[in-house]
């Protein structure tokens, strides 16, 4: 407290009001003072009475279910899991953002949570990662897989994005897009290698064209498939890689006054809430969201009371949800 209030210009007796709340503090005070604490490492601590004895019984949860609705599934695996080995769940949301990310994940820290969950955003590297490091914090991460050394739980990608494309190629589709996600993450890669895959097991050159790295969102998903569509030779299908993917590729199709399935067909990665509603419903890869939840959950504890433990990584199997706008007649599951 000493070199925040050096560091702040105010007396040590002001800190401690505003890390203890033991007097109410003027805002723009409290604001520089917490400022401050960000800036040098430290973290306000609103639970020292559970820290005396040795634990919280909290855990934390990093993801961004409001750009990726599906992720609330995933919460609802990890709220009941924790629930039932006596954990309580925090839940706060990156909004996919790494500055944004890096915020509330300090706040969770600063709660002192046992354990983390995350879903990590693009660029986490050098903010919550380090972070996570420096503080010693066990935590699994979730849904998209990293290249780094901690427990994994997230979904198989590659072969799933084979057998989504093969669909599309045994309705008799060449000239299949693939749009969708940021091409630096592994999640992209891989299902990237699935669509590869697919070309090559059929024999079917893959169209650098119809491949797009476009990675600013629906929109950016929107303006790439309609450029494909307004081609000399546009694609007559589209695989859709994440949420983002499926929307833009749908508003493309209605910009240009396609019909799905008749015109171009559609299958994409991820269930949502409306996939099973829209006109046409959409044939997707269903993700274990509650499954993948639940697994986190499990390594997580593991990893609380074995920190020198191996990390694990777990993909589970997805399921391919059989509807209209693929061109198929029904609705079944593979």
């Known amino acids: 407290m000493t ?4 560091e702040a210009g105010v007396s040590v007796s002001t800190v401690s009001h505003v890390v203890n709340g033991t007097r109410p503090v003027n805002a723009q005070t409290r604001r520089l003072v917490l400022a401050t604490m960000d800036r040098l490492g430290f973290q306000h601590r609103p639970v020292a009475g559970s820290l005396a004895a040795g634990s919280t019984s909290t855990i934390g949860l990093a993801m961004s279910p409001s750009v990726n ?16 080995r006596g954990l309580q769940m925090m839940l706060v949301d990156t909004h996919d953002d790494p500055v944004h990310e890096a915020r509330v994940v300090a706040n969770l ?8 969950l995350i879903a990590p955003t693009r660029q986490w590297e050098e903010g919550t990662l380090k972070r996570l490091r420096e503080r010693n914090v066990p935590f699994v991460v979730v849904d998209r897989l990293q290249d780094a050394r901690a427990d994994q739980v997230g979904v198989e990608n590659q072969g799933a994005a084979t057998s989504l494309v093969e669909h599309l190629m045994a309705r008799g589709h060449t000239r ?8 630096e993450t592994m999640t992209w ?41 307004a081609s000399a030779e546009p694609p007559t299908a589209v695989f859709a890689g994440g949420h983002s993917a499926t929307l833009g590729t749908l508003r493309a199709a209605r910009a240009a006054g396609l019909s799905i399935p008749q015109d171009l067909a559609v299958v994409a990665f991820d269930e949502v809430p409306w996939a099973g509603v829209a006109d046409p419903a959409m044939t997707i890869l269903a993700q274990p969201w509650f499954a993948i939840g639940a697994r986190a959950v499990q390594l997580l504890e593991r990893r609380m009371h074995t920190p020198d433990a191996p990390p694990q990584t777990l993909r589970l199997a997805g399921e ?13 599951r593979s």
């Open 189 to 229: 890669q891989e299902r990237q290698a699935g669509y590869v895959e697919a070309h090559r097991r059929r024999g079917i050159p893959v169209c650098p064209e119809l491949v797009s790295d476009d990675n600013t969102g629906e929109e950016g998903m929107r303006k790439a498939v309609a450029a494909m569509l």
């Open 3 to 6: 070199m925040v209030a050096r």
């Open 69 to 84: 609705p599906a992720l609330r599934e995933l919460a609802d695996g990890v709220e009941e899991e924790a629930s039932r």
């Open 109 to 116: 820290l600063a709660h002192h949570v046992d354990g983390l």
């Open 176 to 183: 299949i897009a693939f749009v969708g996600g940021w091409p």
């Open 320 to 332: 391919i949800v059989h509807r209209r706008s693929c061109g198929c007649d029904g609705s079944a």
